[in-house]
């Protein structure tokens, strides 16, 4: 910001004009920021969630650098195994996970990776937790079908399809994304478990507010205090076939959460949206949340 001291030194120039460049370098900043959508770390208040108990089980790979890895050449999963071998293992759950803005999945610096890296770390023999950059909804999906394609054939059978067993997450632009995969599996016939959105920014062309009847379960954690607010309500396309667990609303005017590690734009102008993508208290929640999914 340029003080009033400043503005009066500078010469040859109106104070007003300046004050009108100082104005349009703000503004152009904060959609600078949005589409660029950094996040750091702070606190939150809600209700509990009440979920329901529903069958659990699944399957999961990624390409990306942050959980595991998915190579299905010459009958291989994405363990190292053979398709054949995998029929015989216990199927996992499949966590999909998107990050916010730009970006990309490797960032431990956010939320989304580190859930995602603990998952997998945590639960190896029921969880295949994968992290995508939000603008990989094509590999995220590709990925997934993939593992439910257990006999290898390139084609999935109505009996894999109803063997899917997929968690969904994300945040801003991941949380916009996170629906839209959804709504590919839904016209894929393909059921999805849970999803679950953390201050969610709709993105060109997606709609983040309606969720899909494939989705038997959905949550949305949000945050209205800052320049750039989640969405504050989603409702089911569907209410007999998708329960929406909550719209759950932070606030972090008394119980802020430290935004070390982010850049100073993030910090000055979208504190509050970066605060909940952080929030242990709200990824605490969705940790269980996807755990109450594991067979």
């Known amino acids: ?24 370098f703000l503004i152009s900043f904060i959609f600078a920021v949005r589409a660029n959508a950094m996040q750091p ?48 293992l216990r199927p996992k759950l499949i966590v999909i996970g998107f990050m916010g803005g730009n970006v990309s999945a490797g960032n431990l610096v956010h939320r989304e990776a580190l859930l995602t890296r603990k998952l997998q770390a945590d ?3 029921s969880i295949h937790a994968a992290i995508f950059a939000n603008r990989h909804g094509d590999r995220a999906l590709r990925s997934v079908l993939q593992l439910l394609d257990q006999d290898g054939d390139g084609h999935l059978s109505d009996e894999e399809k109803r063997a899917a067993r997929i968690v969904i997450f994300g945040h801003s632009w991941g949380a916009s994304q996170t629906i839209t995969l959804a709504d590919r599996l839904n016209r894929l016939g393909i059921p999805v478990l849970l999803t679950v959105q953390v201050d969610s920014v709709q993105k060109r062309n997606q709609n983040d507010a309606r969720i899909p009847p494939n989705v038997q379960e959905a949550v949305n954690f949000y945050q209205t205090e800052g320049m750039l607010r989640g ?23 008394q ?13 000055a102008f979208m504190r509050p949206h970066i605060m909940i993508e952080n929030d242990p208290l709200v990824w605490e929640r969705i940790e269980a949340l996807i755990l109450e999914k594991v067979s």
């Open 123 to 125: 639960y190896p023999d």
């Open 255 to 267: 119980k802020p959460v430290s935004c070390v590690g982010y850049p100073w734009y993030a910090r």
């Open 231 to 253: 969405r504050s309500l989603i409702v089911a396309s569907d209410p007999t076939k998708t329960m929406v667990l909550g719209n759950f609303e932070s606030s972090y005017r």
């Open 41 to 88: 770390v702070c606190g939150f208040h809600s209700r509990e969630i009440a979920a329901l108990t529903i069958a659990r089980a699944g399957l999961l790979c990624t390409d990306e650098p942050v959980g595991g890895t998915c190579s299905l050449e010459n009958g291989e999963t994405g363990d190292g195994v053979t398709v054949e071998n995998r029929r015989a």
């Open 1 to 24: 910001m340029i003080g009033a001291t400043s503005l009066a030194l500078v010469r040859g120039r109106p104070i007003l004009a300046l004050a009108g460049l100082a104005w349009m």
